[in-house]
C-alpha cells in the first residue's frame, strides 16, 4: 500500500497522470489530503467526480494522536506546512510509502519513502 498526497490525487483527476500509476496497488490518503483536495477552489464538476471515486475506493487514514505528535515533532525539526506535516507523520506513522510531486518538501525526512510520480 501507497499513500498519496494531494497533488497526486489532482494530478490523476485533471488527467496529468494517468490512473495505470496506481492501477496495480492499494493506495491510501490521510484525512488531510481529502480536504485539500476537495476544497480547492477552481476544481471542476469532472475532477470533482473523479476525486470523490478516487477517495471512496482508497484507504481513509484517520488523525491519532500519535500521528499528531509526529507532526509536531516534524515542523518543531523543520518549517513546513501543517498539511504537508500531517501527510509526512501519516506515512510514517503506517509505514507507508508516500508519493508526492512535491519532493522539495519532503526531502529533509530521511526515514520517510517517497517518490514523484511524474518522474
Known amino acids: 500500500m501507497i499513500i498519496?498526497?494531494?497533488n497526486v490525487f489532482i494530478?490523476?483527476?485533471?488527467?496529468?497522470?494517468?490512473?495505470?500509476?496506481?492501477?496495480?496497488t492499494d493506495i491510501a490518503h490521510a484525512s488531510i489530503t481529502k480536504i485539500e483536495a476537495l476544497g480547492f477552489s477552481t476544481?471542476?464538476?469532472?475532477?470533482?467526480?473523479?476525486?470523490?471515486?478516487?477517495?471512496?475506493e482508497s484507504y481513509n487514514l484517520e488523525l491519532t494522536s500519535s500521528i499528531v505528535d509526529r507532526a509536531v515533532r516534524l515542523r518543531q525539526a523543520k518549517r513546513m506546512s501543517l498539511g504537508d506535516s500531517i501527510v509526512a507523520a501519516t506515512a510514517l506513522e503506517h509505514g507507508l510509502e508516500f508519493w508526492s510531486a512535491n519532493v522539495d518538501d519532503f526531502r529533509h525526512i530521511e526515514e520517510l519513502k517517497f517518490l514523484n510520480p511524474l518522474q
Open 43 to 56: 476544481i471542476t464538476a469532472n475532477e470533482l467526480l473523479i476525486l470523490n471515486s478516487l477517495f471512496t
Open 4 to 6: 498519496l498526497d494531494t
Open 11 to 24: 494530478y490523476i483527476a485533471n488527467g496529468t497522470l494517468s490512473t495505470d500509476v496506481i492501477s496495480k
